[in-house]
């Protein structure tokens, strides 16, 4: 069943109103919905709706309330993944299957060795990125739309680091801690910050940092592990900028969420 998200304010008390031009155009054109069709409705914070069509015109769609639950397909693991800006195509595919993994965020971020530069079209390319996360939720029925960010550069990233209960740092250098000894506190002694990796178990806003192609410098692997970054692997093999994320994401899901 089709799933629309709507804002807090447009549920009342026996029905919801949808009024975005492009899910009403998409009602009526593309998956040709009438009065009496069933619909999903998320309220995009807490509650997902089963409801019914009474009314659907040109401006606007209404719906009965059937069904009234929270979400069943949220994680409750918060990560945000701050991904270095890949070329071409690539980031439409991280941000796709990130949010079909259950990111709760991404930030794309200009890093040493990012070949992509803003040419003044960038807000263009967040405008397409975020209709790909939409969709992308829309499809696997998730109650929350994760946002993408504006860019943002590598110092004002590390600023951020502190608001996340630990921040997972996959860096093709790194030969000893594996992101299994860090998420279930194995080994946490032998961690760059192992505070934070003592406390895995109670960690539940996680930060994930991913290189472009080029991978990190060495001065931004020092200073991401200086603001608390834990470094680690994802295994014997390189990935690809547009597989590490997705892997990290998995791994995270796997251990906190199965």
Same mark, same amino acid.
């Given at each position: ?7 807090p ?28 069709d ?20 040109? *401006? ?18 918060r ?11 690539k980031?439409?595919?991280?941000? #796709? ?14 890093m040493?060795?990012?070949?992509v530069?803003?040419?003044? /079209?960038?807000?263009k ?13 829309? #499809? ?15 110092? *004002?990233?590390?600023?951020?680091? *502190? ?9 093709? /250098? ?15 002694e032998?961690?760059? /910050?192992?505070?934070?990796?003592? /406390? ?12 472009p ?5 060495d ?40």
């Open positions: 069943m089709r799933r629309f998200f709507v804002s304010e447009d549920v009342g008390e026996e029905t919801i109103v949808i009024d975005d031009r492009e899910d009403i155009r998409h009602m009526k054109k593309v998956l040709r919905l009438s009065k009496g069933e619909i999903d409705i998320s309220d995009s914070t807490e509650w997902e709706y089963r409801t019914k069509i009474i009314l659907l015109d040109d *401006e606007k769609a209404e719906a009965r309330i059937l069904d009234k639950q929270r979400f069943t397909a949220e994680p409750k693991v990560v945000t993944l701050f991904q270095g800006i890949p070329k071409q195509g980031m439409e595919t991280i941000v #796709q299957k990130s949010v079909e993994l259950g990111v709760a965020a991404i930030v794309p971020v200009f040493a060795r990012t070949v530069t803003d040419k003044g /079209n960038f807000e390319k967040i405008q397409r990125w975020q209709k790909v996360a939409d969709e992308a939720v829309k #499809q696997c029925r998730r109650g929350v739309i994760p946002q993408v960010s504006r860019p943002m550069k590598l110092r *004002e990233m590390i600023d951020k680091l *502190e608001d996340f209960d630990m921040v997972l740092f996959p860096y093709e /250098n790194e030969r000893g801690i594996t992101i299994k000894d860090v998420l279930r506190g194995d080994r946490a032998e961690c760059g /910050n192992c505070e934070a990796a003592k /406390n895995s178990d109670a960690a539940e806003n996680i930060a994930v940092i991913i290189g192609e080029g991978g990190f410098s001065q931004e692997a020092k200073e991401i592990v200086a603001a608390g970054g834990i470094s680690l692997s994802l295994g014997k093999t390189v990935l690809r900028t547009e597989t590490a994320g997705m892997a990290a994401i998995a791994m995270i899901m796997y251990e906190k969420e199965l």
